[in-house]
C-alpha cells in the first residue's frame, strides 16, 4: 500500500518570498507523484505530476516539484510567492502499474500575506 | 466544456433524513469515485466505479451507498445521515484505471453538514 506524509499543516510566508511544502511518500512498488491545488472554494486542480524522465517537473504558475527517490520525497517549491498563490496543496500518489488507487496526503495550507 | 458537476452544492441537514448527491460527467469517462474532505485527514476514497453497473469500496464506505446506472452519472446515497458525515465530498472521474496515467478529474465539491 502507498501512503503520502505532509508533516506541514500550515505555512505562512510573506509575498514575494520563496516556499517549500514538504511531501514524503511510502510505496514497495514505483510510483507517479501527483500536486493538487485547492483554491477557497473551489474544486482540487492538478497542479503538477511526475510520471517518468525528468526527475524535475514545473508548473505553469511557477511552481516546481523534485522527485527524490533516495529520500522517497517530492517536495514543492516557488522562488516567489503571490497573494493568489494561498490555497490548500495535496500531494497524492499512486502506484504505475495496476489498479491506480490516488491516495492524499493531509494537505498543507499556504496562507500568502502581503 | 469537459466537466464534472455535482449537485447540490451545500447541503444542511437533519440525522435520519435520507438524502442523494448528484454526480455527472460529460467526458465519457469510465472511472468515476467519490472522496470525502476533512481538516487533518486529506481526502479519503469513499466509493469508485470502474465502470457501468461495476462499484466497489473505497477506505471509508461505511453509512453510503452509490450506483452506476448510467455511464456519466455516479450518485452518492446516505440513507440515514449521521453528524459524523458531516464533511467536504468531492467527486472525480478519468478515462479509465490502467497501468498507464490517466488524470482524475474532480468536480466543484459539495459541502454538507448534518445536524
Known amino acids: 500500500a502507498q501512503s503520502v506524509t505532509q508533516l506541514d499543516s500550515q505555512v505562512p510566508v510573506f509575498e514575494e518570498a520563496p516556499v517549500e511544502l514538504r511531501c514524503n511518500y511510502s510505496?514497495?512498488?514505483?510510483?507517479?507523484l501527483f500536486w493538487y491545488v485547492q483554491y477557497p472554494n473551489q474544486g482540487l486542480q492538478l497542479l503538477l505530476k511526475?510520471?517518468?524522465?525528468?526527475?524535475l517537473v514545473e508548473s505553469i504558475n511557477g511552481f516546481e516539484a523534485e522527485f527524490n527517490k533516495s529520500q522517497t520525497s517530492f517536495h514543492l517549491r516557488k522562488p516567489s510567492v503571490h497573494i493568489s498563490d494561498t490555497a490548500e496543496y495535496f500531494c497524492?500518489?499512486?502506484?504505475?502499474?495496476?489498479?491506480?488507487?490516488?491516495?492524499f496526503g493531509t494537505g498543507t495550507r499556504l496562507l500568502v500575506s502581503p | 466544456e469537459a466537466q464534472v458537476t455535482q449537485n447540490p452544492r451545500y447541503l444542511i441537514t437533519v440525522t435520519g433524513k435520507k438524502l442523494t448527491v448528484t454526480c455527472s460527467q460529460n467526458?465519457?469517462?469510465?472511472?468515476m469515485s467519490w472522496y470525502r474532505q476533512d481538516p487533518g485527514l486529506g481526502l479519503r476514497q469513499i466509493y469508485y466505479?470502474?465502470?457501468?453497473?461495476?462499484?466497489d469500496k473505497g477506505d471509508v464506505p461505511e453509512g453510503y451507498k452509490v450506483s452506476r446506472k448510467e455511464k456519466r452519472n455516479f450518485p452518492l446515497i446516505l440513507e440515514s445521515p449521521s453528524p459524523n458525515q458531516t464533511s467536504l465530498y468531492f467527486c472525480?472521474?478519468?478515462?479509465?484505471?490502467?497501468?498507464?496515467?490517466?488524470?482524475?478529474?474532480f468536480g466543484p465539491g459539495t459541502r454538507l453538514t448534518v445536524l
Open positions: 472525480a472521474s478519468s478515462v479509465r484505471q490502467t497501468s498507464s496515467y490517466n488524470e482524475q478529474f
Open positions: 466505479s470502474m465502470n457501468v453497473e461495476v462499484t
Open positions: 511526475y510520471l517518468s524522465g525528468s526527475t
Open positions: 497524492a500518489v499512486h502506484r504505475n502499474t495496476g489498479f491506480q488507487k490516488l491516495v
Open positions: 510505496s514497495s512498488v514505483s510510483v507517479y
Open positions: 467526458m465519457n469517462h469510465e472511472y
